[in-house]
Every structure is written in C-alpha cells, then in structure tokens.
Nanobody
C-alpha cells in the first residue's frame, strides 16, 4: 500500500520561503507522476506542480517562477521549494502519486482526484 507523508508547512510572512517535503513508502511501480496540490476552505483542490518519472515538470500559472518541484526517487522523496510566498498561497498542501504508463503527467488544470493516492497534507499560512 502506498503511503505519503508531508512535512514542512508553517507560518511565514509574504516574501518568505518554505520547502515542503513528502516521504513515500510502498511504491512498487516504475512509472508514476508525483504532484503537489493545495486546497483552501470553500474551494476545490488544485494542482500546483507535477513531476514525471524522468523529471519533466509542470506548474500552474500562479506559481511559475516562484515554486520548484523536485524529487529523489532513490529515497522516494518529493519536495516543493516556495519562494517568494504570497498571501494567496495559503492553504493545505497535499502530495500525491499517479501511476502512469509512460513518462508523463496528467493535465494540471483538470483534476481527477480518484486517480491519485493522497497524503494527509501540511498547512501553509502566509501573512501579508
């Protein structure tokens, strides 16, 4: 069974930085996409950044140039470096894994929640 555990959330001022981490266990397939998502109360969960098996990355427009997703598949870890943070980045951040048949990730603007395996999330608060 795949398990994902996020860490690194916290409270920072706008312009500051945080790096989120996700530790994965139980991953037995060779091809998969990993992603970071966020959700705020009253809104749907949205994709923030994805990374494919061979490190192709995709970002939602609002974080391009500010967030960087990376992975270490030898250690089964996923990271999201966020700098500079804005107040609108506040939310619960989740990591997730999507099993694929090749080196690709799904479209970041269309989320099929049931196709992903999720962690429990870590909260980020950015104050202005």
């Amino acid at each position: 069974r795949v398990r994902l555990e996020e860490s690194g959330g916290g409270s920072v001022q706008a312009g500051g930085s945080l790096t989120l981490s996700c530790a994965a266990s139980g991953l037995t397939y060779d091809l998969y996409c990993m992603g970071w998502f966020r959700q705020v109360p009253g809104k749907e969960r949205e994709g923030v950044a994805y990374i494919s098996t061979r490190d192709s990355t995709t970002y939602t427009d609002s974080v391009k140039g500010r967030f960087t997703i990376s992975q270490d598949r030898t250690k089964n870890t996923l990271h999201l470096q966020m700098i500079p943070l804005k107040s609108e980045d506040t939310g619960m951040y989740f990591c997730a894994v999507y099993r694929t048949s090749g080196d690709f990730c799904p479209e970041i603007d269309t989320l099929d929640s049931g196709a992903w395996t999720w962690g429990q999330g870590t909260h980020v608060t950015v104050s202005s």
